[in-house]
């Protein structure tokens, strides 16, 4: 039996005539040029069977049953009573009445606090307004009396100045 012939009954042992390559397990599907060569001088030595690399067992599961909903079904689940201390028997859905009223009352409360901002943007509105003209007239009483005390000290620099002439 030559060394290829030994080679095709177990490919696992690598003989000293082909060179080695990287050994394949059963289910691996990445083909032979993409995995990588070794030149070790441990390649010609016969090297013992590798324990076979087993894929890990797939789950099973149960089935979901079918998604299919016959059209005689209910479209709405009947209402479930709960016991008192659940939460969701602590807080029931509404009506279209209750959250009508909700609505109006939120609505109500809206439009007020609306009409207080309002009020009170246009009371600020006119205090900014006379705080204006307030500014405005002592910026003219100011002017008024850098004039006046600007003419007494030219008045007074021109006594000083005739009164040492003398």
Same mark, same amino acid.
């Given at each position: 039996?030559?060394?290829?012939?030994?080679?095709?009954?177990?490919?696992?042992?690598?003989?000293?005539?082909?060179?080695?390559?990287?050994?394949?397990?059963?289910?691996?599907?990445?083909?032979?040029?993409?995995?990588?060569?070794?030149?070790?001088?441990?390649?010609?030595?016969?090297?013992?069977?590798?324990?076979?690399?087993?894929?890990?067992?797939?789950?099973?599961?149960?089935?979901?049953?079918?998604?299919?909903?016959?059209?005689?079904?209910?479209?709405?689940?009947?209402?479930?009573?709960? !016991? !008192?201390?659940?939460?969701?028997?602590?807080?029931?859905?509404?009506?279209?009445?209750?959250?009508?009223?909700?609505?109006?009352?939120?609505?109500?409360?809206?439009?007020?606090?609306?009409?207080?901002?309002?009020?009170?943007?246009?009371?600020?509105?006119?205090?900014?307004?006379?705080?204006?003209?307030?500014?405005?007239?002592?910026?003219?009483?100011?002017?008024?009396?850098?004039?006046?005390?600007?003419?007494?000290?030219?008045?007074?620099?021109?006594?000083?100045?005739?009164?040492?002439?003398?």
């Amino acid at each position: 039996m030559s060394s290829y012939s030994s080679h095709l009954d177990d490919p696992f042992q690598t003989s000293s005539a082909i060179p080695s390559i990287v050994q394949s397990t059963p289910g691996n599907t990445t083909p032979p040029s993409s995995q990588s060569t070794s030149n070790n001088s441990t390649d010609t030595d016969e090297t013992p069977n590798r324990s076979k690399l087993s894929r890990p067992q797939f789950m099973s599961r149960k089935s979901s049953g079918t998604n299919v909903i016959p059209r005689e079904a209910p479209t709405e689940a009947p209402p479930q009573q709960f !016991p !008192p201390d659940d939460a969701r028997a602590m807080s029931p859905r509404r009506s279209s009445e209750e959250t009508d009223k909700m609505l109006v009352s939120a609505r109500l409360s809206i439009e007020r606090r609306a009409h207080d901002m309002q009020s009170g943007l246009e009371a600020i509105a006119t205090q900014i307004e006379t705080v204006s003209k307030n500014c405005e007239s002592l910026d003219k009483q100011n002017q008024a009396l850098q004039d006046a005390i600007g003419d007494m000290t030219r008045s007074l620099s021109r006594e000083s100045l005739t009164s040492k002439k003398k």
